[in-house]
């Protein structure tokens, strides 16, 4: 179970599955005789599976992970944003370093999707991404010569999970005051690299 403080603690699933939408690469991890291995892989969100949602992904063959049965239990983290917070941009409290950050978790129980499913996998896949990338053109399986299409299929297995469980931890210093909120998001902007762009913007759609 996710360690979430009831401060940055969001059930919403609305707003966990648009964190699986903008960050779409998942970690995930499985017991593999007796060990727990993990694998990366990004995925497809199915928002209608289940009352929860889940998703569709594959995954190299030679994956150990990819090697899973029907049933088979799955943990998986997305981590959408994060950037360190200096104790110098409070401006009341004193206290010491810390990490914001959003992270959704899911488990559930995978099933292997059959041969037949996988070029819809991989359509849908690269749909989902390169739509991203408008204007241009995207790009269409069907630009593949079907005998190099059939050996890349023949490369991954595919899986369908349905969420059992999913959670999400919003840490942004909502346990702070507002003034000490302002002066993390103001330090988070001063910085200005990607990551702590992106974790003061969801700070002030909070404000």
């Known amino acids: 179970m996710m360690y979430r403080p009831s401060a940055f603690a969001v059930d919403d699933i609305a707003a966990l599955h648009d ?14 005789d007796g060990r727990i291995a993990f694998a990366y892989a990004p995925v497809l969100l199915d928002a209608g599976n289940g009352p929860l949602g889940g998703i569709r992904f594959h995954l190299a063959a030679g994956n ?5 049965g029907d049933g088979a239990r799955v943990h998986l983290s997305f981590m959408e944003t994060d950037a ?3 104790p110098d941009w409070y401006r009341r409290i004193v206290t010491v370093p810390t990490w914001n950050y959003i992270a959704v ?16 996998l991989v359509v849908d896949l690269s749909a989902q991404e390169e739509a991203k990338l408008r204007p241009k053109e995207p790009w269409l399986i069907d630009k593949m010569p079907p005998q ?3 050996a890349l299929l023949n490369g991954i297995a595919g899986f369908s999970l349905a969420f059992e469980r999913l959670q999400g931890k919003f840490k942004l210093s909502q346990d702070k005051s507002l003034e000490d909120i302002a002066g993390v998001i103001a330090g988070l902007e001063a910085r200005g690299d ?11 759609g909070r404000e």
Request: positive net charge; charged residues 25%.
């Open 19 to 32: 964190v699986i939408r903008n960050r779409v690469f998942a970690t995930f991890a499985a017991m593999l």
């Open 194 to 204: 990607a990551a702590s762009l992106a974790v003061a913007k969801e700070m002030r």
């Open 148 to 150: 190099r299409i059939e």
């Open 64 to 68: 150990p992970v990819a090697k899973l």
């Open 84 to 86: 360190y917070v200096s």
């Open 105 to 120: 978790e899911g488990e559930g129980a995978v099933r292997r999707m059959s041969r037949e499913a996988l070029p819809q």
